[in-house]
């Protein structure tokens, strides 16, 4: 037994024990097994951007089972992706590594005026295909943010009667949102607060910057430390219930290594509960892809 | 057996025993048990506002458990919340003070174009939690305001139905009531009566200023005292049911201590139920936020 | 057993026993019972215009019992009001007087852009509250038409598989219709057809102006007589089935009692099977609001 | 507004005013209106023993629509019968006379080894047919009693779920109780008792006679008075809630006038809250039924 | 916050808050309220032997009202009853003293062949009536055991859903077991066990004497302690999952008062979690039934 797992696992005190022990197995898994820290491989980038802009890089990617052995072979403590990912590796990886059934998505081509995704598969085929977890992603900021936060309301609580926690992705995006905003620390602390508000286990946001988007934000931040990015990181483990809720970060568009791996080390400093890296993963190399990630979870596993 | 509080129950005679033993136990928890009198302790602006603008000004807030604390530690009869500072503390403190889950709620990120908050939670969520009752927010004047009437029926039947009584936070808001409108008397006194029509057991609206906003309630109002809060007050608990209903007031944004004392007193005096006190508790030092609550529960069991 | 209310009853002859129980319940109680005629009290000026301007010039009137304690006294057919105002006195009223509970209501504080009510309750509150029937407003001519005629079009049927009658308010309303135009003849036959065509047992209208508002009806309404009240009272009956289904008039904003008395004269010669009177009642005193229900039941009984 | 009916209800208060209004209905209708006594014609004995032993003593009994007639004549309280009676007569008299809808019936053509009545009606018939009450047997005693309380359990939650009370009548029959034991005072106690705590609104059972059936039962029943009708039934009073429960008393099989009206003057003495009488009446001639329904209900009025 | 409560609490760790919740509650009400130890007043004597055998010796318990007034008199955790018992006092306590529901009784008339209670309310009656828990009875040894055992898996799966608990009550009786076998140790012991096993929160059973009733556990039984009760009480303790399940003893018929007490003592000592004491209470004088209540309530307190 791990101290620094049931340490988590405490602030979940009030979750059946299904969740519990589902939330226990993607601590316990991989590498970074008992360390209260995780690294999870997502590819769901083929169903958001195409499949040349995501996997001809490294075109090995087009194949579904080439990421759930590099998820495997990395040793990340989960493997996320869109249904049809997950039916085509299941019934050989079940059991192997944890799946987390990414259950809305959205794509490139066209879809409602306001950001949202689409609902793709549900917590019976989490079950069916022997996922640990389902995902989902919000758009905080939407002129659809109503029906999105009672979708996930429903969801959260169809799967945590089937013992599944859910991870949700919230991503700030709207009309009253610039670009610049999307990524900046007030609205990211924000966004991850709302997923944890909505009942989130895990929350998933990506790095904040020092930009401050909205005007009444600018006077507590100006308190607020927020020069280095570990800095900024530890403001939104803030926003997560003062830590209580496991937040792990995105890692974004495809990058130079050493930037990868500085950004990481400045998640760890910050205490953030780890990473979620795609495409810097699968769009290297086997062997480059496999390294980085490894990389990544001897970082989170020293801090 | 407190008379206060029996006569505040008679005149709820219709509803079931469940819903009236909640009611009782609201109303017979912390310093104002037997009074009839309630001071809440909400903590919802998280969400609503985002958590740096919220809880940096005394980050011990960021700490789902710090309020819950803070309520019992006061003596406030009740603590009201979203689903994740619920599940947050609910385990540990369910059965220990009375939890108002606020089932619906809006952010500052954006959202749909006329005021509306998203369904973040629900009945089966208060009963999972061992909740007291739920809280849920209209709008009238919105554009959707019949969405949210419909909602708000079948919330309260259904809450109703396993023994849970509902209360209403009831703010005017849309493009036919101007800025000051929104805390007008004629206003406030209205969105008040109209949440004791659509049936809730305790109405929340904001202190009403002396500004008439509508043009045909400019000649009833001419003969209405209002010079001071506490005449205002007491329309306002005149247009609950003839004070039938129970009602309670916010403090709105946090203020000098002072002025919200005063404030508290021309309630009290107004013969309003009670404060429900926010910002004005968990943004100052966990001493100062205590003993305002406190002092507001003194002038409540003073009236 | 009374002819003139089983002359009536005949002309529902396809209805369940449960439905034509509860009108013949409608038509046997208070002192117009047997006689085939109605008054009805009405109160949802609250949720309608706001508190103070329905009850400021009685003030009584802002205590729910008040009300009903009126309607028992003066000896009304029913007491009619939403949600909250039945709630409140109906485990002490349920069963001496019929009620009737209004499950739609609009506010003048906003809404949607077309005139349309909000489902504020529904018939199984109807049946939890010891109610004889249910009322609901349609608007023709709103843009919202549809979805109001399609709403309680499953209204009637829902309350009809529990024995439960419906009351129609038929307000013309909408772009299309001029101010004058609500009231002109033509539409309120109109509206009041319209309401027959869907399936009310008891139609509700305000009393006819002489007034033509459509170009396409001046033709046939040269030849129908229309100087009078009565006239065109009887005609508007003639429009709900040549007198077979109930047809009762509004008397509108409060006004003087001798013109109140005189329009109801009108209606009784007429043929309208009655009246539902609320402003005109209960911003009087007690005394003469009662004073004036009796006298308007007395004009009905010599008809 | 009766005292004596304000006074029993009050007993009821957890109820809901549908409940409420229909237990008020029963209470205010007829001779005995408002005196919180009941006297009810039911007319099942057609379906528990035949036509010919029911109806060929007063032919006219055969036609359903006679004992509605006599009932209303007569002016009892509310007919009782089975779904065929009530709906034979519902489209004509329902909101004349209240209808108790006899959901269970036995017949004496032969049935299952223990005595268990069957389901013939329901709720929802009830509702239909505008009743204002269900009614239904339970057998003490039966080896079939479980499902028997399992069934009437759900019938009086559905019936409350739409305001509608049940009159529950309880016979204690079965292979462990003698057939002078049905009647003795121990046994139609327990059985009284029994049904209140089944949750009826209203219970109906035999005169007791002064034998003792159960061994146990001995000891305590030495010191209870019990020589006359009117103690014993002064003691299923006290067996029902002590008096919070409303009971009534069967006549049973027909018998002599005087012997009726004396059985009727201990029950009345003896502090029961009224009598349901069927053969006593029915088969007399319309004449001498509907007098002795009258000298019952006087006997009660004087009580 | 009590640390004795809290032990407890903490072997229920994988339940909702909402069981946690009412469990905290049952544990902090009244005399006992933070010592982990419960006294339950339980009146379902009624029911199972009949009113005059229960209730002759204080005839104030023919009222329903005595026995609830009783309970919240002497301070006692809870108060058990039938439906009934409990929909009589619902309204007016609900919220003042814990109800436990007693969802299964059985009668002394009759009934089926096996030892089986029937069903007679629920977990929906439990929530309208504001209760805190729900009771049920086994008869482990009856030939209708499987039936039973289903049933009340279903139940406290139902009644979990809404945060409620359920008590067991546990009473071994059945074809193979003895007269003396129903109180002896192992086969007490055995049906503590089988309570804990089906999924009790509180189990309730009779004192054991020290006779073993089953041959096979003669040889064990040979070894352990069981001279004095406390000893016995001490294995039954040990039986109930090594005392992480709360295990509370009945008083059985009504006997002296120093025997009763002696009996307490014995139950304290050996580590028993309390007493439910019906008959030994409610059939003395209300002075002497309060004294012996608070008189058990010390023992447990000074334990």
Redesign the interface.
């Known amino acids: 037994m791990s101290n620094a797992v049931e340490q988590i696992i405490a602030?979940y005190?009030?979750e059946?024990?299904g969740v519990?022990g589902n939330l226990r197995r993607l601590l316990n898994t991989g590498t970074l097994a008992g360390t209260g820290k995780l690294v999870i491989l997502p590819v769901d980038q083929g169903f958001e951007h195409g499949p040349a802009r995501s996997f001809a890089p490294n075109p090995a990617g087009y194949d579904p089972e080439y990421h759930v052995k590099l998820a495997l072979e990395a040793g990340t403590n989960a493997y996320a992706a869109p249904l049809g990912f997950i039916e085509a590796v299941a019934h050989k990886y079940a059991g192997r590594v944890p799946f987390i059934l990414k259950v809305n998505n959205s794509d490139s081509l066209g879809g409602p005026d306001e950001p949202c995704s689409a609902l793709t598969s549900g917590v019976q085929d989490a079950l069916r295909l022997g996922c640990t977890a389902i995902g989902y992603t919000i758009y905080?900021?939407?002129?659809?943010?109503?029906e999105?936060?009672?979708a996930i309301?429903e969801l959260i609580?169809e799967a945590r009667d089937v013992g599944l926690p859910t991870v949700l992705w919230s991503y700030?995006r709207?009309?009253?949102?610039s670009k610049n905003g999307e990524t900046a620390l007030?609205?990211v602390?924000?966004?991850a607060?709302?997923a944890?508000?909505?009942?989130?286990h895990i929350v998933k946001v990506k790095p904040p910057t020092d930009f401050i988007e909205?005007k009444?934000?600018q006077k507590?931040?100006a308190?607020?430390p927020k020069a280095t990015l570990a800095e900024r990181i530890q403001?939104v483990v803030?926003?997560c219930?003062?830590g209580?809720?496991i937040v792990i970060f995105s890692g974004g568009a495809a990058k130079g290594t050493d930037e990868v791996l500085e950004e990481l080390r400045q998640i760890a400093k910050g205490g953030g509960n780890g990473s979620i890296m795609g495409r810097n993963a699968f769009q290297r190399s086997q062997a480059d892809g496999s390294k980085l990630l490894k990389d990544a979870m001897q970082i989170f596993k020293s801090a």
Request: net charge positive; aromatic share 8%; hydrophobic share 30%.
């Open positions: 602030n005190a009030g059946s024990p519990i905080p900021g939407s002129g659809l943010r109503n999105q936060y009672s309301r609580a700030p709207g009309a009253g949102i007030d609205v602390a924000y966004a607060h709302i944890c508000q909505l009942g989130a909205q009444e934000a507590p931040y308190e607020i403001h803030q926003s219930f003062n209580k809720r």
